[in-house]
């Protein structure tokens, strides 16, 4: 090239102009754009040469003030309508013939400017363009018309993320919808990041967020990871900085499909009819004892002096399959969901709540479809007799266990058939630690979580819950056996005999809690089977869970199969079904309890970092690892078991002082340290 020559480079990436001014080695050329810059080319940084004359530095603003009057992009459409029929190609040269009438310098080099950018209408070959098919320009048109859009949605988007952290009410769109749903997915792997053990960042490192994630955190500064898209969320209003993680993870849904619902109202509004014969005991006074906040009312006790003076009791369960048929919307959806979900902040029922707390429930003061259980105990407390009815009850009194304690301690006269039930209650608890039961009591903690208030209730045994437990035994036991006798397959419950501790070794530790939990380690999981099997920790030969329908899919399977043969006719699900259908619902069963289990977890962890300061009475109940002085303490106030690293050497079933010294809830992880006397009469004062 000679001095003067003025050719296109590209500057890190910009379209730049210099003037060629001497060589610069073997192969390189220096080059000075307008502002007296000098540049070392190499031949391939060279993207364009001018020809036909010459230039100086000075003169290249003028000869480009002079380019940008040819630069028309649209003016391409109409060149590539000329040429895509025959395929021609042009270099730029012959298109500034084509579009200008002329071949001056800047012409031929606004001609390159136009072919070079364009990305629409021509492709590069060589020196030369080529005209895309008519096909290819349309798809092209096409994309562009999609990245524009998706531009404009992107920018909509974030000026409405913009006006909801700033408080502003927004109406999200449904493009909206889908880039935050995008956002809410990413943010759960907080859960992962519990699972694992490892820090946010390390997870936003092993799962790549989506691309639209990364756009979206990216234009609003912040960092595309899980804790950052849950802090979005968080400012948006969206999510509560509570969120339950562990819920949204799950597969467990919230909402009710708007077809299941539809039938709910159906059912509500044309009752299907009622194929069973019912044995009519509205006659008789029911109690239903449940906790002042259960809406759900699925079972009721009563009590009757036979005309030999021997006492019958009458265990009685609400009938949802009065208004189901089996494998129709209401019962799929049932089973899908397998369990009602019990969480801190609510419940997440089986059934829709139209049906689950009004015709499904035994309510006070109202006739109730019912499946009633009349037993006869011996004077062992066996039992000696039992029927089976689909019945009408009309339940006397909604009780909670803190009336039937009181009503028990007071040993009220106006109602003896509380005091008989219990009294039977009590029988039959002897007589199943005679057949080998195994009583397990450790305190329990009931949280709840109400306009962001967590109260904790402690869950210790009572005459009332154990009159309730006995009476649900009983009838599961009763279900189980008219199973076995007229060979009807059900869900069967059954545990394995477990290998519990010595009495050598049992004594060395204090009696109570200690104790207790020391026997549960050695209990084996319960099993399911279509085939009666003995249940060592309840001790009865056989058994099945009858008593709660309205919240298990289990007990509504019993249900579906006893009132079919009740009625005479072929229980609707053969024992390979009912294996198969138990699969599924023992699978979304143990999700909803592992949700369950972190949900409170979360929230035990949460109310003890709300009370920092605090000196919790704590029992050291077993060790975790003993060689790092690991070890389960139950705070007996609040009924948490939790782990905790002792300093020093303790004894399993000391008492011990202790205050939380770091606790994330998100996180999971929990730091206690023990208190000496001196400082807990400190904090106490």
């Not at 988007?157 to 889908?178: C, P, T, Y």
């Not at 509504?556 to 259908?581: D, M, N, W, Y």
């Not at 994330?664 to 929990?670: N, Y």
């Amino acid at each position: 090239m000679e001095k003067g020559t003025l050719v296109e480079f590209r500057l890190q990436g910009d379209r730049r102009l210099g003037v060629v001014d001497r060589p610069d080695g073997k192969s390189r050329w220096i080059a000075i754009d307008e502002r007296g810059s000098t540049h070392s080319l190499a031949p391939r940084q060279i993207t364009y040469q001018v020809c036909g004359q010459t230039y100086k530095p000075p003169e290249i603003p003028q000869f480009l003030a002079e380019v940008q009057t040819y630069l028309d992009p649209a003016s391409l459409e109409v060149a590539w309508e000329l040429l895509v029929e025959s395929g021609e190609t042009v270099n730029p040269a012959q298109m500034a013939m084509l579009l200008f009438a002329e071949q001056n310098p800047p012409q031929c080099y606004a001609a390159h400017c136009l072919l070079s950018d364009d990305k629409l209408y021509f492709k590069q070959k060589g020196d030369s363009y080529e005209p895309r098919s008519a096909a290819q320009v349309a798809e092209r048109k096409h994309q562009i018309e999609v990245e524009v859009n998706r531009q404009r949605e992107q920018q909509e988007f974030l000026a409405r993320v913009a006006q909801a952290i700033n408080g502003e009410a927004v109406e999200w769109s449904r493009q909206d919808r889908q880039r935050i749903e995008m956002l809410e997915k990413y943010a759960t792997l907080l859960v992962e990041s519990v699972r694992s053990g490892v820090t946010p960042d390390s997870l936003a490192r092993t799962y790549a967020p989506p691309a639209s994630v990364v756009e979206t955190m990216n234009t609003l500064g912040r960092s595309a990871t899980p804790q950052a898209a849950f802090q979005l969320l968080v400012d948006l209003g969206l999510w509560s900085v509570h969120e339950n993680l562990f819920l949204r993870r799950s597969q467990i849904s919230v909402q009710f499909p708007t077809k299941v619902l539809e039938v709910a109202q159906q059912r509500m509004d044309s009752p299907p009819p009622d194929v069973d014969q019912r044995l009519d005991l509205t006659y008789l006074k029911v109690y239903t004892i449940d906790d002042q906040s259960t809406s759900e009312i699925d079972d009721g006790v009563s009590w009757e002096l036979l005309a030999d003076q021997r006492q019958r009791l009458w265990i009685h369960i609400a009938d949802p399959t009065r208004w189901l048929v089996p494998e129709d919307e209401l019962d799929l959806d049932a089973r899908r969901r397998g369990t009602t979900v019990y969480l801190p902040t609510g419940m997440i029922p089986m059934f829709p709540s139209i049906l689950a707390t009004g015709p499904m429930s035994l309510l006070q003061g109202k006739v109730c479809c019912a499946l009633s259980f009349g037993v006869v105990l011996d004077e062992s407390g066996a039992v000696q007799e039992y029927s089976i009815h689909p019945s009408l009850i009309k339940p006397t009194y909604r009780l909670t266990y803190e009336d039937v304690d009181e009503m028990l301690e007071l040993g009220v006269e106006g109602e003896p058939e509380i005091a008989a039930i219990a009294n039977l209650a009590q029988r039959r608890q002897m007589w199943r630690q005679s057949q080998g039961a195994i009583s397990i009591n450790l305190p329990e903690a009931i949280i709840k979580v109400q306009d962001d208030e967590i109260t904790i209730k402690v869950l210790n045994d009572s005459l009332s819950r154990q009159l309730v437990a006995e009476m649900m035994i009983l009838a599961g036991e009763v279900a189980g056996h008219y199973a076995q006798v007229h060979k009807i397959a059900l869900p069967f419950r059954g545990q394995p005999q477990p290998e519990l501790p010595s009495e050598e070794e049992l004594i060395q530790l204090p009696a109570g809690f200690a104790r207790a939990c020391a026997m549960r380690r050695c209990m084996p999981k319960s099993e399911m089977s279509i085939t009666p099997t003995r249940h060592a920790g309840l001790g009865l030969a056989t058994y099945t869970q009858a008593t709660s329908p309205i919240r298990r899919y289990a007990d509504l399977l019993t249900h579906f199969q006893l009132k079919a043969h009740l009625r005479g006719e072929t229980p609707p699900f053969s024992g390979e079904q009912i294996q198969e259908v138990m699969l599924s619902v023992t699978s979304a069963t143990q999700e909803a309890t592992l949700v369950e289990r972190q949900t409170n977890r979360y929230w035990g962890l949460e109310y003890l970092r709300r009370h920092p300061n605090h000196v919790w009475q704590a029992l050291v109940l077993m060790w975790l690892r003993e060689d790092s002085r690991l070890a389960l303490i139950l705070i007996e106030d609040l009924g948490l078991q939790l782990p905790m690293v002792f300093k020093r050497g303790v004894k399993i079933g000391e008492q011990v002082s202790v205050k939380v010294s770091y606790v994330d809830p998100r996180q999971d992880v929990l730091q206690f340290q023990e208190v000496t006397y001196s400082e807990a009469q400190q904090a106490a004062n």
